[in-house]
């Protein structure tokens, strides 16, 4: 019922309506699932055993949903760190769990290599991924740090270089009348790149922007999955969408509206906190990220004034609101109505290989990959908003690509910017003379 679970049907290993006549032809394609095995916790499992199963697996899920979200504030409290190395060990096992799905197919046929070049490219894409953003956000560090340096004038060299290595090796591994087959699962690799490592990428430049472009669409996403399954669960009867027929439509409205709600307060409290609304910046003194700044006009209370239908209803001419709460609303309306079709997408292709999860690692939910299908499009989402609407110039970052230059380009940029101030006014003559 909640958009992002795994659907119920694929839980009870229904086949969807004519799976049997579409995929006729790629049966020997399809990977032979082991049973699934049950990870509840024995302890869970006697403390349920005399709930009806309907029932049961609704406390176990609570019971794991409320761990993992006291478990992700705090991850939140211990930084910004900490964060990057959590999204950097879950995009390496959404991966894993969807490669393996490929690897059971690849496996039968005994062909070399799939399962080490499919890792090898990650640990390609992830060196040219991270190093951008050594580039962009460490300048500091990277000019006091002569390897550095180096790796940071020839990143995208050496990333292509190494990208040729692995497409090298994929042709040399080509095995006779499996040529298809091979290049197959070469595009399975590449998709698989492209839908978790580059999409957690983008959650790392949004967490650089603020915690709160971090925080709040994952919270929206996390509030749409659990309102939407309750809503579901305890007044369902409309059936949403036929590739998941325990999804509803009730639990998709009642979904949508709480979220809103819930994203509109969580917003507000976040906002009155630098912590969570200053971009985030390396300390070259310290050796650490420096969460503090002036907050922007989008987190600094502002009045609006209601539209004459709101005055009429609410008895209130104006209305004080942190800017964000406005942009919030669009976050929680795409997480809600949008961001479901991650899910949709990811229950046709678990329907697709007859599998019931990406993996049985959270009781109850399924895989890691089960419960982000629909935070990988959010975080895309997120990422194009701040890049349309929200971001202008960054200073810091302007000024850590300068530091990286050579002394004679630093001083034919400050004798143009001089120039520049001069002509603008804002600097007497008297005082750069000086």
């Given at each position: 019922?909640?958009?992002?679970?795994?659907?119920?049907?694929?839980?009870?290993?229904?086949?969807?309506?004519?799976?049997?006549d579409?995929?006729g032809?790629s049966?020997?394609?399809?990977?032979?699932?082991?049973?699934?095995s049950?990870?509840?916790?024995?302890?869970?499992?006697?403390?349920?055993?005399?709930?009806?199963?309907r029932?049961?697996?609704?406390?176990?899920?609570?019971?794991?949903?409320?761990?993992?979200?006291?478990?992700?504030?705090l991850?939140i409290?211990?930084?910004?760190?900490?964060?990057?190395?959590v999204?950097?060990?879950?995009?390496?096992?959404?991966?894993?769990e969807?490669?393996?799905?490929?690897?059971?197919v690849?496996?039968?046929?005994?062909?070399p290599?799939?399962?080490?070049?499919s890792?090898y490219?990650?640990?390609?894409?992830?060196y040219?991924?991270?190093?951008?953003?050594?580039?962009?956000?460490?300048?500091?560090?990277?000019?006091?740090?002569?390897p550095?340096?180096?790796l940071?004038?020839?990143?995208?060299?050496?990333?292509f270089?190494?990208?040729?290595?692995?497409?090298c090796?994929?042709?040399?591994?080509?095995?006779?009348k499996?040529?298809?087959?091979?290049?197959?699962?070469?595009?399975?690799?590449?998709v698989?790149?492209l839908?978790v490592?580059?999409?957690?990428h983008?959650?790392?430049?949004?967490?650089f922007?603020?915690m709160?472009?971090?925080?709040?669409?994952?919270?929206?996403?996390i509030?749409?999955?659990?309102m939407?399954?309750?809503?579901?669960?305890?007044?369902?009867r409309?059936?949403?969408?036929?590739?998941?027929?325990?999804k509803?439509?009730?639990g998709?409205i009642?979904?949508f509206?709480?979220?809103?709600v819930?994203g509109?307060?969580?917003?507000?409290?976040?906002?009155q906190?630098?912590?969570?609304?200053?971009?985030?910046?390396?300390?070259?003194?310290?050796?650490?990220?420096?969460?503090?700044?002036?907050?922007?006009?989008?987190?600094?209370?502002?009045?609006?004034?209601l539209?004459?239908?709101?005055q009429?209803?609410?008895?209130w001419k104006?209305?004080?609101?942190?800017?964000f709460?406005?942009?919030?609303?669009a976050?929680?309306?795409?997480?809600?109505?949008?961001?479901p079709?991650?899910?949709?997408?990811?229950?046709?292709?678990?329907?697709?290989?007859?599998i019931?999860?990406?993996?049985?690692t959270?009781?109850?939910?399924?895989?890691?990959?089960?419960?982000?299908?629909?935070?990988?499009l959010m975080?895309?989402?997120?990422?194009v908003?701040?890049?349309?609407?929200i971001?202008?110039p960054?200073?810091?970052k302007?000024?850590?690509?300068?530091?990286?230059?050579?002394?004679?380009?630093?001083?034919?940029?400050?004798?143009?910017?001089r120039?520049h101030?001069r002509?603008?006014?804002?600097?007497?003559?008297?005082?750069?003379?000086?």
């Amino acid at each position: 019922v909640e958009p992002c679970e795994s659907d119920g049907e694929d839980r009870l290993g229904l086949p969807s309506e004519g799976e049997g006549d579409l995929e006729g032809d790629s049966k020997a394609d399809t990977p032979d699932v082991p049973p699934s095995s049950d990870s509840t916790p024995q302890c869970l499992n006697k403390a349920l055993e005399g709930l009806s199963s309907r029932w049961k697996n609704w406390w176990i899920r609570g019971i794991l949903s409320v761990t993992m979200i006291i478990g992700f504030f705090l991850i939140i409290y211990l930084g910004p760190l900490m964060l990057i190395f959590v999204v950097m060990s879950i995009q390496i096992k959404c991966f894993q769990e969807i490669i393996t799905i490929g690897y059971r197919v690849y496996h039968s046929y005994e062909l070399p290599w799939f399962r080490t070049l499919s890792w090898y490219f990650l640990i390609c894409v992830n060196y040219f991924f991270y190093g951008e953003t050594v580039a962009d956000y460490f300048g500091a560090l990277v000019q006091r740090e002569e390897p550095l340096q180096f790796l940071v004038r020839y990143h995208r060299f050496i990333s292509f270089a190494l990208y040729l290595a692995g497409f090298c090796m994929f042709v040399l591994s080509l095995v006779k009348k499996h040529y298809r087959l091979q290049f197959y699962m070469f595009a399975w690799t590449h998709v698989t790149l492209l839908i978790v490592v580059t999409q957690s990428h983008l959650v790392i430049q949004n967490l650089f922007e603020g915690m709160i472009w971090f925080i709040v669409p994952i919270s929206i996403v996390i509030c749409n999955d659990i309102m939407a399954y309750l809503f579901g669960f305890f007044f369902g009867r409309t059936p949403l969408i036929k590739l998941s027929p325990k999804k509803t439509w009730e639990g998709f409205i009642g979904g949508f509206f709480s979220t809103v709600v819930f994203g509109f307060i969580f917003a507000y409290l976040l906002s009155q906190y630098q912590y969570f609304v200053c971009p985030v910046e390396y300390n070259s003194e310290t050796n650490r990220f420096a969460v503090g700044c002036e907050p922007s006009d989008l987190f600094v209370m502002q009045e609006y004034t209601l539209p004459a239908v709101a005055q009429n209803i609410l008895r209130w001419k104006t209305v004080n609101l942190y800017p964000f709460q406005i942009h919030s609303i669009a976050l929680s309306t795409f997480g809600s109505l949008i961001g479901p079709f991650g899910g949709f997408f990811a229950s046709g292709f678990k329907r697709a290989f007859k599998i019931k999860d990406f993996a049985d690692t959270i009781p109850g939910h399924g895989g890691i990959m089960d419960r982000f299908d629909c935070q990988y499009l959010m975080a895309t989402f997120v990422h194009v908003y701040i890049a349309s609407f929200i971001r202008g110039p960054n200073p810091s970052k302007v000024l850590q690509q300068l530091l990286v230059l050579q002394p004679e380009q630093q001083l034919s940029i400050f004798n143009t910017l001089r120039n520049h101030l001069r002509e603008k006014g804002m600097l007497p003559p008297a005082v750069l003379e000086q």
